[in-house]
């Protein structure tokens, strides 16, 4: 079947502009989660959802930095007045529950910032 | 959740074993060890996990010592496929009212298979 999917595969913003990452998680997943991937680093935990609900915002770096779920599936992560340090790859993550064991990741966003 | 350490490189070849060691000495009782890889360009992707038992699946092979201070990931015959860097990761079940379901990454071992 499907697995996530995520665009589009590549950005790229000039300083100041705002972007928008979409993520399509597999069908029927309950849980969401979005990381940032920085170059030679490991993704870092950003925010996740249950269904709609945003559960957890703690790993946002700013208040430029907004994530969204309105209807339980699609989710989409919001970048305002980008600077050059937002510049990563932004993986999308799915489960099937929240207590599931394995996370289904998609390929990822990569996001320039010139 | 407990943190990792992983050597930052290794080499293997092709057709041998490959083991991968973590060290995890604060791990709580409550806390399991997952392993992740990442190969360039991709997404990780979930490989196994485990408690205190060994676990095998079609991947790998899981040992956690006894007193789960330290694991090692096992792929018995590596390939140039499975070239990538691997994460171990600590995290207990998700509790409502108290752990996340998030995952903590460290750097992770990149792992180089060659022929």
């Known amino acids: 079947g499907a697995g996530v999917s995520q665009s589009p595969r590549y950005k790229v913003a000039k300083r100041g502009q705002d972007v928008a990452l979409r993520c399509d998680p597999i069908s029927g997943h309950v849980s969401l989660f979005w990381y940032q991937q920085a170059l030679g680093q490991g993704p870092e935990f950003l925010t996740y959802?249950?269904?709609?609900?945003?559960?957890?915002k703690s790993g946002l770096p700013s208040d430029r930095f907004f994530a969204e779920r309105p209807e339980g599936s699609v989710s989409t992560l919001k970048i305002q007045r980008t600077q050059q340090e937002d510049s990563a790859v932004y993986l999308c993550?799915?489960?099937?529950?929240?207590?599931?064991?394995?996370?289904?990741f998609g390929p990822g966003t990569r996001l320039t910032v010139l | 959740d407990a943190k990792t350490t992983q050597p930052p490189s290794m080499d293997c070849a092709e057709g041998r074993a490959a083991n991968l060691p973590c060290n995890h000495s604060?791990?709580?009782?409550?806390?399991?060890v997952y392993w992740y890889r990442q190969i360039h360009s991709q997404g990780p992707q979930y490989i196994i996990h485990g408690l205190k038992n060994n676990e095998t699946n079609e991947m790998a092979s899981l040992i956690i010592t006894e007193d789960r201070k330290s694991s090692t990931l096992i792929l018995p015959h590596a390939t140039l496929r499975d070239t990538a860097v691997y994460y171990c990761i600590v995290r207990a079940q998700f509790n409502y009212g108290g752990s996340q379901g998030n995952l903590i990454f460290g750097k992770g071992t990149k792992l180089s298979v060659k022929p």
């Open positions: 604060t791990i709580s009782g409550n806390e399991y």
């Open positions: 959802f249950q269904n709609e609900a945003q559960l957890d």
């Open positions: 993550a799915s489960s099937q529950r929240l207590t599931d064991n394995e996370q289904f």
